[in-house]
């Protein structure tokens, strides 16, 4: 491990980040500002490949608010830039060059498009293009490791494959990245579906399914408390159900506690026990992260002020990467 490594990634700006999003990502890259250089983007433009979807003002809005929970969970702006996406043009600039160099049928095989694209006449391009929009964000600051779910894997592999197509072509222009996945809370399931990864687009349709980082401590208690289990009192993990394992796993995250430990001490008691405590522990995490919130929120131009100034910290290393490629490729 080197502190001149570079971590990169981001999230995208649409529905409300959860639970799901602070153990699985954002926690984790608290963590990695003490070895790393770390650089953390909303992904704006992400979120107009479903342009049905889209709000213009809501939008803006969720910018300003995924970038002020990075802030509220404990990353710190002046260790770490956090920027917003379409703030950097380069990041459009590199998507059309890496476009002229994937192959279509690297794009067609993406699980995530397959989904998205599920029940749909038609859809538009940039849903098809997510990807190389994605390898373009990781590509232009010279990532050495990003840090994803299991799901995202995929997205960081054809990244890769990009990267060395281009580099074959044209010379060594990129650093090729490598994943990085937290070993706990990587994976958090929908508390109504504990068979689905939690999801943002799903919670906006059913408020049981996640427990939100700016819901109420009401709010918070009735989805958890609601959350599916099964029958029995079984707290062997392995053999436990889905919605238990989960439970487990939210309170192995946020305690530290092994799911041993936890296991142990709920064993025979039934589960409506280990939901009030998983609901109380969450509460109590994100009380701190919502004051931390309502203070950077508060106070809208000194926010926007601090993006202005990260973007501008991460132009130059973007645009030391576009004028590689623009020379590489015989453009500019």
């Excluded at 990169?8 to 999003?21: D, R």
């Excluded at 906006?204 to 009192?233: F, W, Y």
């Excluded at 926010?303 to 100034?309: F, G, Q, S």
């Amino acid at each position: 491990m080197s502190a001149n490594q570079r971590v990169f990634s981001g999230v995208q700006p649409s529905g409300k980040l959860h639970l799901g999003n602070y153990l699985g990502a954002l926690t984790q890259w608290v963590k990695l500002q003490d070895d790393y250089d770390c650089i953390f983007c909303v992904v704006d433009l992400h979120a107009l490949t479903i342009p049905e979807a889209v709000d213009p003002k809501e939008l803006r809005a969720k910018c300003r608010e995924v970038a002020g929970l990075y802030i509220a969970s404990g990353i710190d702006p002046e260790r770490s830039a956090i920027f917003i996406q379409s703030h950097v043009t380069q990041h459009p600039e590199l998507t059309w060059v890496l476009n002229c160099v994937t192959p279509l049928g690297w794009l067609e095989r993406m699980t995530q498009f397959k989904i998205k694209r599920e029940g749909r006449e038609t859809v538009g391009t940039g849903l098809l293009d997510y990807p190389v929009l994605q390898a373009a964000d990781i590509l232009l600051y010279d990532t050495n490791l990003v840090p994803v779910g299991e799901d995202q894997k995929q997205h960081v592999e054809i990244t890769r494959d990009i990267a060395q197509r281009f580099n074959s072509l044209f010379g060594e222009a990129f650093v090729l990245p490598d994943v990085m996945i937290p070993k706990v809370g990587a994976r958090v399931m929908g508390f109504d579906d504990p068979e689905a990864k939690m999801s943002k687009s799903v919670a906006e349709q059913n408020p049981r399914h996640a427990v939100g980082l700016l819901d109420t401590p009401k709010a918070i208690k009735k989805t958890i408390m609601s959350a599916v289990t099964d029958s029995g009192c079984e707290f062997r993990f392995d053999q436990a159900s889905a919605g238990v394992r989960n439970l487990v796993t939210v309170l192995e995250a946020l305690t530290g506690e092994s799911r041993e430990s936890i296991a142990n001490r709920y064993e025979g008691r039934g589960y409506g026990y280990l939901k009030q405590e998983v609901a109380d522990t969450v509460v109590a995490a994100v009380e701190p992260l919502q004051q931390r919130y309502n203070e950077v929120a508060g106070d809208p131009a000194e926010l926007d002020a601090l993006l202005e100034r990260s973007a501008e910290r991460v132009r130059e290393i973007a645009e030391a990467t576009i004028k590689r490629v623009r020379s590489a490729v015989g453009i500019g």
